[in-house]
């Protein structure tokens, strides 16, 4: 299983970033994907999540501003960040599980600062 992110970046304040996640190695369109993320000094936590179905699931600190989605065809998985804030500056993991085990991508980072 490989999940490939990409999307990072240094953005001000109130700006916008996406987030792509493409997973290899899984029955895609089966499986539920999320999105982690992880600040300096603090514990990973759950941002959002897609389950096969498309019902979402998202951390209260983000909601009506992120927005994840999914596209099987192209075995990708969206997160769109918006009215972004310095406190959602972290390191960005895609995750899924598969057969018992956890995968983790390689995380990506999002920086928010003027």
């Known amino acids: 299983v490989q999940l490939q992110a990409s999307g990072g970046g240094l953005v001000q304040p109130g700006g916008s970033l996406r987030l792509s996640c493409s997973a290899s190695g899984i029955n895609f369109r089966l499986n539920t994907m999320a999105w982690h993320r992880q600040a300096p000094g603090k514990q990973r936590e759950l941002v959002a999540e897609?389950?096969?179905?498309?019902?979402?699931k998202y951390v209260d600190s983000v909601k009506d501003r992120f927005t994840i989605s999914r596209d099987n065809v192209r075995r990708t998985v969206f997160l769109q960040m918006n009215s972004l804030k310095p406190e959602d500056t972290a390191l960005y993991y895609c995750y899924t599980a598969s057969r018992g085990s956890a995968f983790w991508g390689q995380g990506t980072q999002v920086t928010v600062s003027s």
């Open positions: 897609i389950a096969s179905d498309f019902s979402t």
